[in-house]
């Protein structure tokens, strides 16, 4: 399985499936641009510990921090529809390619730090997590401690909200909704091979891990 697991991979490298493959080319964005146009945004993402209802109740994850690449690229695939949710395709309809781009690039610079660096080597996990993580090859672009992917349209994951991880690892097994799904077929093949309390396995030792994702409370809310 990991060796098919590294085909899909390799494959999806080639053909430019990876997320971002298709965002690399809007033009750079602009991160004061970005934090005038994210109204929109705030009420979700600019709360601490907000929770969403769908699919199923969960805390929004945690945006600022993540690269600008990635961010722009997960925007875009709402807007193309292969990522499905309603509330965030309603949202992306209405952004060019610059507005994703302009946001993405405040987040990202949103979550910039002065504080200590993330460790390098998070804790062990448990023996049965850590067979998991090795069946499902995640490191090999997530890096070792899951906070330095190996390419900026990887997302971090290192202590991203583990209801919120766990509701994302689930969509990549849904097929054939209308209103709820993603269709990376790298991912897709990954969490195939998983049960979903597998699955809440993972997602709650890597929520678990020290991470650069954040919320930044909004000026207005605090």
Do not use: W
Not at 32 to 46: P, T
Not at 110 to 116: E, L, R, V
Not at 188 to 201: C, I, N, P, W, Y
Request: charged share 20%; hydrophobic share 40%; proline share 6%.
């Amino acid at each position: 399985m990991k060796k098919i697991l590294s085909t899909l991979t390799l494959s999806a490298l080639l053909a430019g499936f990876m997320p971002g493959a298709q965002a690399q080319e809007a033009k750079a964005g602009d991160a004061q641009a970005g934090a005038k146009i994210n109204a929109m945004c705030i009420g979700c993402h600019g709360i601490p510990g907000y929770r969403a209802s769908f699919p199923e109740v969960h805390r929004v994850p945690m945006i600022a921090g993540q690269s600008e690449k990635y961010i722009a690229a997960a925007l875009e695939e709402y807007k193309k529809g292969t990522r499905k949710h309603p509330t965030m395709r309603a949202i992306t309809e209405s952004l060019t390619e610059q507005n994703m781009a302009d946001l993405a690039a405040f987040y990202a610079q949103q979550g910039k730090t002065t504080d200590a660096a993330v460790a390098s080597a998070p804790p062990a996990p448990a023996e049965p997590v850590a067979a998991l993580l090795q069946k499902g090859g995640c490191t090999a672009c997530h890096g070792e401690n899951f906070n330095t992917p190996i390419d900026a349209n990887t997302p971090k994951l290192a202590g991203q909200h583990a209801d919120y991880l766990f509701i994302a690892l689930k969509e990549y097994q849904t097929k054939n909704n209308m209103r709820i799904g993603r269709e990376n077929p790298v991912m897709v093949g990954m969490a195939a091979q998983f049960s979903h309390a597998e699955l809440k396995q993972l997602a709650k030792y890597i929520g678990s891990l020290p991470g650069d994702v954040k919320t930044v409370p909004e000026a207005r809310f605090r």
